[in-house]
């Protein structure tokens, strides 16, 4: 399978510049709406970008994140801005304090590949647990065909330390399609992107991602 070109300006986006959003995740909201989906987890969420677009597409979200100035920021910007459908709470992707069955649809983007491979396991069972059965998943990893795979101090195998600019200090955990299809076995209806997203930070300087997007239903 080829890779899939995407260029990604990096902009204002409420009020933060941050990386734009994501064919796959635009098209994904259109199913979401088609499935009568209503309750969203932001796992990892950030400054919120998608928590905010989310809720602008009324949905209720639920955001959370283990960067408590993260959430405080977007909690101020929330309030401001008078958004009463984002719910936020400092929590681990490892362990999340929800009941079972209780989102409709979960999403995870640049987060999942920051564990180990123990860590990620974790996070996708927690994700399947708190899915509703027809749920749906969206999680990106970093791609072992990445040219940072390899970079930096390898501390685990495939996990390494210092192997991306601006995250010298965080794990970058690297994989490809069929580990990813045995990490989503209990799931249903999975399928995995190729896509190699182009940053474009100026004029003169472009970063380049390979990610693997998976969308997977429970």
Known sequence: MDWNIIDLPVKDIYGKLDIGFTPIFKE???IFKEMGYKRILDVGCGYG???IYLSENNFTVTSIDINEKAIEWLK??????GISNVNLIKANANALP???DYFDAIICSSVIHHHNLKGIKNSISEIYR????N???L???MSLEDDSFGLGEEVEKNTFIGSREGEEDVPHYYTDTSELKELFKNFRNISIS????HINTDLDNKIKSRMLDVKAYK
């Not at 101020?76 to 801005?81: A, C, L």
């Open 98 to 100: 929800f009941e079972n």
């Open 194 to 197: 190729k896509n190699e997203y």
């Open 139 to 141: 999680v990106d990893f």
């Open 130 to 133: 708190v899915l509703k059965q």
């Open 49 to 51: 970008k998608h928590s």
């Open 135 to 137: 749920g749906c998943a």
């Open 76 to 81: 101020e910007y929330i309030n401001t801005k």
């Open 28 to 30: 994904s909201m259109k």
